[in-house]
């Protein structure tokens, strides 16, 4: 079936690092790709998209390049500010399901 | 444009009491998911309905849980005879329609069972 697999948090940077974390996944035929962002005590967002292979999905400074040939959609900002403290997620939903796989999280620290 | 609704945010329930948890979705939408996040975990789907209808349950556990979205009102999410593995947030999302539509995320309902 349909899988995401994130790195594990808790990631901690400090403001202004650059910023990776790395999602591949598994699935059959062309998944949309997702990173989705949760604030605490909050619900998901949306932060961007890709929905075919080579697109650039980008938001907020954050950006994630949908590799099919490494399966992987890396989420990266180049320099990263203590509102961005978060736990991300990765996510598919396969082209003929509705539903969204979620990998497990990260969690990410930004210290000023 | 008020987004996806969910009632309580927080919900306290004794074992062996019953949890009804509330989801409206976002003007003009149909599709209604529901979803639960385990302490530490990602999100695991639980099921899909649409007006009237069951899509897709194939995450609901087998017992205990059900789930409706009538004709006029919220979404229900029931969990019966609650134990303490049911703490958890549970995510309501809705959408336009199947396919290509971006699922919107209400803020979740927290459930505790003491």
């Known amino acids: 079936g349909n899988s995401v697999t994130q790195m594990e948090g808790p990631v901690t940077l400090s403001e202004e690092a650059f910023l990776t974390i790395n999602c591949t996944y598994t699935a059959t035929g062309y998944p949309s790709l997702f990173w989705y962002v949760q604030y605490p005590g909050e619900g998901l967002q949306l932060l961007l998209k890709?929905?075919?292979?080579?697109d650039k999905g980008s938001n907020k400074g954050f950006e994630a390049t949908y590799r099919k040939e490494t399966t992987s959609f890396h989420l990266e900002k180049g320099s990263v500010q203590v509102s961005d403290s978060a736990v991300y997620f990765c996510?598919?939903?396969?082209?003929?399901?509705?539903?969204?796989?979620f990998g497990k999280g990260t969690r990410l620290h930004i210290l000023p | 444009n008020a987004g996806v609704m969910q009632n309580p945010r927080h919900l306290v329930r004794r074992r062996g009491q019953e949890a009804r948890l509330r989801c409206s979705p976002m003007k003009g939408h149909s599709h209604v998911y529901w979803y639960r996040q385990l302490p530490e975990e990602g999100l695991k789907f639980m099921v899909y309905?649409?007006?009237?209808?069951?899509?897709?349950e194939s995450g609901m556990p087998k017992e205990r849980f059900s789930a409706e979205f009538p004709k006029e009102g919220p979404s229900i999410l029931r969990i019966q005879q609650v134990v303490r593995g049911d703490s958890a947030a549970y995510f309501c999302?809705?959408?336009?329609?199947?396919?290509?539509?971006?699922?919107?995320f209400g803020d979740g309902t927290r459930l505790s069972i003491l």
């Open positions: 999302a809705s959408s336009l329609g199947r396919g290509n539509q971006p699922q919107h």
């Open positions: 309905l649409q007006k009237e209808n069951i899509i897709d």
């Open positions: 996510a598919l939903e396969g082209n003929r399901d509705d539903k969204i796989i």
């Open positions: 890709a929905t075919k292979a080579d």
